[in-house]
C-alpha cells in the first residue's frame, strides 16, 4: 500500500466546550496537522471540528460517572469535495446516532469552512500558479483520510485500554501524541482507539480511500450514495451521468411542460444583449451555459421543483419587467454557488483520477450528447454536476485561480485514492444504501464497488435520491442499521 503512509497524531491547539438546546454538549477542535504528509516538515495547517455528545444532568451527581469511559466515535465525511460541515444541531441524524450510543465529530475537511479554507484570496497568499497547483494537489481525499487518522491518534490517545478518558468542561489545551498512541498505531489498534465513520456522496469516496489505507483504524462504516467509481479517469464516469441528467430532465419538463417555452424564452433573452452582458450580484456572467448549470439542483429531492421556482421567477420578470429583478439574480447566484466552493470548482475531477489528467472531461465528453446543444426551436436541457473550463471565464471567483485550474486539468500525477486488493479482504463491516436514480453517483457503477469490498452489505432503493440521508433520514438511517445488526446467509 504506498499511499499507507505513517500518520503521527494530531497537535491539540485547542478545545472548547458549550452546551446547545437539544441536550447536547458542543466541543469546537482546532487540530494542527502536516500540510504534506509526504513531507511533513514542510508546515502545518490548522483543521476545525466539531464533536458532539448528549449533556445528561444526573439527580445525584456522582464521582464515578467522570470515571466512565469514552462513548464509541462517530466520524461524518461530508460531501464536496469541498464543502464544510454545518453545526451538529442542523443534521437531522445528529440525534439519531447519538441515540446509538455514539459520540459524533463533524469535521470541516482541509480547505472548508474554518479549516486553513481555500479561496482566492488565500490561494494566493501561497504563491505564483505552479505553486498553487502543487499546493491543491493535497486536497483530495488521501490527505483528508490522513488528517482523519491525525485526529483519530489525538483524540483517542487515552482511550481504553491505555487508561480512562472523562468528560471535560470548556477547556484549551495543547497537547500531542502519547506513548499509547504510538504502540497502538505500532502494532495495530486496540478496539478501543478504533472510531467508526459514516460518508455522504463524496464522503462515501473518502471512506473508501480509509477502508484501502488505514482499515486497522476502523470499526465499522456506513456509505450513503458514496460508493465511488473505482476508475482511474473521470472519462467513463461522465457518459453514464449525462444520461442520467438527460433523464432527470425529462422529468423536469414532463411535471412542467409549460417550463419548455419559458426555458427558451429566458435564454433568448440572455443573448439578446450579447450572451453574458448581464452581472450577477457576485459580479458574474449570467451566460446562457451559465443559466444551464441550474441543472445540477435536479438529483435532488424537490430539485425539479427548485429549478421550476427559478424559471417561474425569472420568467414573470422578463414579462412583467423586460430584466430580471435583483431577487431574481440573487436565486440564480445561490443555485450555482461555485464561487464559494474553489477546491470543488478546481479538484471535482480529480478525485476519480489516478496517473491521468482530467482534461476538462466533462466538457468533453459533453460533446457527445447533443442534447445539451442550445437550438432554436428544441427544449434547452440543463447540464448537472459538472465543472466546464469556461466556468472560470463566466464566475466572478473562479476568475482568479483559472490559470491554476487549468495546470491541475493538464496535471496526470495522481496517486491512487484505493486499493482493490485490500478492498477485496476486508474486514470493517460496511453497510452502504444505494439509489438506482441517483444523478450523481452513477448505480452500475456501485453495484461494481459494491461488489469490490468484501462483506460489503449494500440496500437499494428506486424511491430515494442522492440526499436521501438528509430528506429521508428515518428511513435510510433504519435501514442501515439493519443491515449491520442483521445477518444474511
Known amino acids: 500500500m504506498t499511499n499507507q503512509v505513517k500518520v503521527a497524531a494530531a497537535k491539540i491547539a485547542e478545545q472548547r466546550s458549550h452546551l446547545i438546546p437539544g441536550k447536547l454538549k458542543v466541543t469546537e477542535h ?291 419587467f423586460g430584466h430580471l429583478t435583483r431577487g431574481t439574480q440573487s436565486a440564480i447566484d445561490r443555485a450555482t454557488g461555485f464561487d464559494d466552493a474553489l477546491i470543488y470548482s478546481i479538484l471535482h475531477e480529480q478525485i476519480y483520477c489516478v496517473g491521468e489528467a482530467a482534461r476538462w472531461s466533462a466538457e468533453r465528453a459533453r460533446k457527445e450528447f447533443a442534447e445539451f446543444e442550445i437550438r432554436e426551436g428544441e427544449r434547452v436541457f440543463f447540464t448537472g454536476e459538472m465543472i466546464y473550463s469556461w466556468m472560470f471565464e463566466d464566475y466572478s471567483e473562479l476568475r482568479r485561480v483559472a490559470a491554476a485550474a487549468q495546470l491541475v486539468a493538464e496535471d496526470a500525477d495522481w496517486p491512487a485514492l484505493f486499493d482493490i486488493e485490500q478492498l477485496n479482504k476486508n474486514e470493517v463491516p460496511v453497510c452502504a444504501a444505494a439509489y438506482t436514480e441517483d444523478m450523481y453517483v452513477d448505480f452500475e457503477f456501485s453495484k461494481e464497488t459494491a461488489k469490490a469490498i468484501k462483506g460489503c452489505k449494500l440496500w437499494i432503493t428506486n424511491v430515494m435520491y442522492h440526499d436521501a440521508v438528509r430528506e429521508k433520514m428515518d428511513d435510510v438511517m433504519k435501514e442501515l442499521f439493519k443491515l449491520r445488526d442483521d445477518v444474511i446467509d
Not at 462515501?204 to 488505514?214: E, K, P, Q, R, V
Request: net charge positive; glycine share 8%.
Open 30 to 320: 482546532f487540530f494542527d496537522v502536516p500540510k504534506d504528509y509526504h513531507n511533513p516538515t514542510s508546515g502545518t495547517i490548522r483543521l476545525f471540528a466539531r464533536s458532539v455528545r448528549k449533556h445528561e444532568t444526573p439527580i445525584e451527581p456522582s464521582e464515578d460517572a467522570a470515571k466512565k469511559p469514552d462513548l464509541p466515535w462517530m466520524v461524518y465525511l461530508n460531501g464536496g469535495p469541498g464543502h464544510p460541515c454545518r453545526p451538529p444541531n442542523a443534521y437531522p441524524w445528529t440525534q439519531t446516532i447519538l441515540d446509538r450510543g455514539y459520540q459524533m465529530l463533524y469535521l470541516d475537511q482541509r480547505g472548508t469552512g474554518l479549516s486553513t479554507p481555500v479561496t482566492a484570496t488565500t490561494l494566493g497568499l501561497r504563491g505564483y500558479n505552479e505553486t498553487q497547483a502543487k499546493y491543491l494537489k493535497l486536497y483530495r481525499a488521501d490527505s483528508i483520510v490522513r488528517d482523519c487518522e491525525a485526529i483519530r491518534l489525538a483524540l483517542t490517545s487515552t482511550s481504553p485500554p491505555y487508561t480512562t478518558k472523562s468528560s471535560s468542561s470548556a477547556t484549551s489545551t495543547s497537547t500531542s501524541t502519547s506513548t499509547g498512541a504510538a504502540a497502538a498505531a505500532a502494532h495495530g489498534e486496540p478496539e478501543g482507539r478504533k472510531w467508526s465513520i459514516m460518508g455522504q456522496s463524496f464522503g462515501g469516496f473518502c471512506a473508501i480511500t480509509y477502508l484501502s489505507f488505514y482499515p486497522s483504524s476502523l470499526r465499522e462504516a456506513f456509505l450513503f450514495g458514496g460508493l465511488q467509481p473505482l476508475v482511474t479517469s473521470p472519462d467513463a464516469v461522465y457518459r453514464s451521468l449525462y444520461k442520467k441528467v438527460i433523464e432527470r430532465n425529462n422529468a423536469y419538463y414532463a411535471k412542467f411542460p409549460e417550463d419548455v417555452a419559458r426555458v427558451q424564452s429566458i435564454v433568448a433573452y440572455l443573448r439578446r444583449f450579447g450572451d453574458g452582458a448581464i452581472k450577477l450580484p457576485s459580479e458574474g456572467a449570467l451566460t446562457a451555459r451559465r443559466f444551464q448549470q441550474l441543472g445540477i439542483n435536479l438529483g435532488f429531492h424537490g430539485g425539479v421543483d427548485v429549478v421550476h421556482d427559478i424559471v417561474l421567477r425569472a420568467s414573470v420578470d422578463i414579462e412583467m
